[in-house]
């Protein structure tokens, strides 16, 4: 085995309470690292269009890379992969923290997990061994209780855990697994196919090593990184300000979604900011595992109908999701709502775009206080808050919004109204805004997401000059069709590794840092393959899946021109953009992978 890896794959199945280490398959992890890459190989082969995504034949399977828990900079992440129950397509979610190192000091490289417990169980691994412990007594707390509960009954307070709350045990389809007290993996649904197995948890700690295949060229290099890092510009602006710090920048360019989708500019958006939380109620940064960045915020609420104690904060995404989506501009009411939803186990994106949803069929006299219970204005809190409570319970009205936007707009009869694509809500980057963020929205591998291809960032000043990607036009669609797609397949690298997307040591130093850790020549070209080889694999998964080329496209709610802020009347060319890129990708017409191109991924 290479260095980098473990080598040991643990596989539960869950059905019989049995579990065994398998060898970590050599010919997947040299092609396709680890993480997503690596799940997506094993899961093509384990996965039908026939499998129920939350029946006990859905695979859930934990990831880590062969830099996670080394000396690498920002390299503490796992991924959660499986069928998604939102989406029926490729599911992918990964989280920080200090769970995905843990399990690689307790012994495997990933947890392969199969069936369906008969009653609530939760894993304890620690150092190579394992145990299926009974969970009922679990079943119904919130992930804070969760974690405490379980590092008090195996008597482990540094133990690592990840866990569901009652979204996941209540099978809501936008359900998240959340570690280290609020770091979650949320996208897709992983929660509700945890709960479907009747897993609550999982709990690890290890005193292993990594093995490198040159341990002192390795930390050699991963100084040279973790220093570069350190100095970096837009490093330095996570660490002030959080991913918050967007917030401000973001809505110059029209950037930062408001009012549901239908607008460009909101006043209120500033309360919101990194800068807004730091002179209110930050109380300090917080770091996962081998991070210099840390970006994490943790705060205090320390008066008022929100007060909360010293807790993890809202960083972008959640501050628009459960603050400007909705015009809601109190920060304290953000916070909380955050904070509830961490506890139950939510996806704070796709919550708060099914409850923006809400709202704007509310406005539009669609649904009324009797549907919905309570009456759902732009600007109050209380009716986000209430709803929360109830998609987590799948109660009254949150019955219907649990079910994901989609599912939404197909009930009310307005689908083109529904923010999402392929059943994944869209993120916080506005699509009008950077023309390369529509494009990626339309073909990432597991719906609308901002992690499997950022050219927002790019198109407002990141550049990686070595690997082609520079800023352009961003209301351009000339040469953006190969940009995006080049992002795309660095970030399918990034997920694979996994390395944190904030940390930018630049393609030669990553080249070195697995090259010391492997063994493997790996050249920038070669990184390059290899995230585009990751990419069509997940193009395959959902091709396996059903996705067509008439699935890669944005509903028009998202295709008007917006009447204010910075990306005013403004709208992506979507099928100029889809052409182009198609031909980039050197895919069929039809979107589909040709024939040689799966033999070459060993899928034909």
């Known amino acids: 085995m290479p260095g980098g890896y473990l080598g040991k794959i643990l596989v539960v199945d869950l059905t019989r309470g049995q579990w065994e280490v398998e060898p970590l398959r050599e010919e997947y992890s040299s092609r396709f690292l680890g993480g997503g890459g690596l799940a997506c190989r094993y899961l093509y082969d384990l996965i039908s269009p026939s499998t129920d995504p939350l029946g006990p034949d859905n695979v859930l399977f934990f990831t880590t890379g062969p830099l996670v828990g080394t000396r690498?900079?920002?390299?503490?992440?796992?991924?959660?992969?499986?069928?998604s129950p939102l989406t029926g397509i490729w599911g992918e979610s990964n989280a920080g923290g200090f769970f995905g190192p843990e399990l690689r000091f307790a012994g495997f490289d990933g947890i392969l997990i199969r069936g369906r417990s008969p009653e609530p169980v939760y894993l304890w691994i620690n150092d190579g061994k394992v145990e299926v412990r009974p969970a009922s007594h679990l079943w119904g707390l919130d992930t804070y209780k969760t974690q405490e509960a379980i590092k008090?009954?195996?008597?482990?307070?540094?133990?690592?855990i990840a866990c569901i709350g009652p979204a996941g045990e209540n099978l809501v389809k936008m359900a998240a697994i959340i570690n280290d007290n609020a770091r979650a993996a949320a996208r897709g649904g992983p929660g509700a196919v945890m709960g479907s197995k009747n897993l609550k948890a999982i709990a690890v700690k290890g005193s292993g090593a990594i093995p490198l295949h040159n341990e002192a060229a390795f930390n050699e290099v991963a100084k040279e990184a973790r220093d570069w890092v350190r100095e970096d510009f837009t490093a330095q602006l996570f660490h002030s300000g959080g991913t918050a710090f967007w917030m401000d920048l973001g809505h110059e360019f029209g950037d930062v979604p408001i009012k549901y989708f239908t607008k460009g500019y909101f006043e209120g958006a500033s309360k919101l900011s990194g800068a807004t939380m730091a002179e209110t109620i930050l109380v300090k940064t917080s770091a996962c595992y081998g991070c210099p960045i840390a970006c994490g915020r943790v705060i205090e609420v320390k008066e008022g109908q929100y007060k909360l104690p010293v807790t993890e904060g809202p960083e972008y995404e959640t501050l628009c999701a459960l603050g400007t989506l909705l015009m809601i501009d109190n920060l304290a009411a953000v916070s909380y709502a955050n904070y509830l939803c961490n506890s139950l186990g939510l996806d704070t994106i796709s919550t708060g775009v099914a409850i923006a949803f809400a709202y704007h069929l509310f406005e539009k006299g669609v649904i009324s206080e009797k549907e919905v219970g309570f009456v759902l204005k732009w600007g109050d809190p209380e009716g986000a808050i209430r709803l929360i409570e109830l998609i987590s319970r799948k109660e009254g009205f949150g019955a219907i919004l649990a079910e994901g936007t989609r599912a939404v707009g197909e009930r009310f009869g307005l689908p083109e109204e529904a923010a999402h694509v392929k059943g994944l809500e869209i993120p916080m980057h506005e699509p009008r805004a950077f023309f390369g963020s529509a494009l990626a929205y339309a073909t990432s591998p597991r719906g609308a997401c901002h992690m499997q291809g950022d050219p927002y960032a790019v198109d407002s000043g990141s550049a990686i000059p070595e690997i082609g990607i520079v800023p352009g036009d961003r209301f351009s669609v000339e040469e953006k069709a190969?940009?995006?797609?080049?992002?795309?397949?660095?970030?399918?690298?990034?997920?694979?590794?996994?390395?944190?997307q904030f940390c930018s040591p630049g393609p030669e130093r990553i080249a070195r840092l697995l090259k010391e850790a492997t063994g493997w020549d790996i050249s920038i070209d070669d990184l390059l393959k290899i995230g585009r080889d990751i990419f069509d694999l997940k193009r395959a998964f959902n091709v396996k899946m059903g996705v067509k080329r008439e699935d890669d496209r944005l509903p028009s709610l998202l295709l008007r021109p917006l009447p204010d802020g910075g990306a005013q009347g403004a709208v992506p060319d979507m099928e100029k953009l889809l052409a182009d890129y198609y031909a980039v990708r050197d895919w069929t017409e039809e979107g589909t992978l040709k024939l040689e191109r799966m033999r070459e991924l060993g899928l034909a």
């Open 72 to 83: 690498a900079p920002s390299c503490g992440r796992y991924t959660a992969c499986f069928l």
């Open 482 to 500: 190969w940009m995006v797609a080049r992002i795309q397949d660095w970030r399918a690298l990034y997920n694979s590794m996994i390395m944190c």
């Open 152 to 160: 008090e009954e195996i008597g482990e307070t540094r133990a690592r």
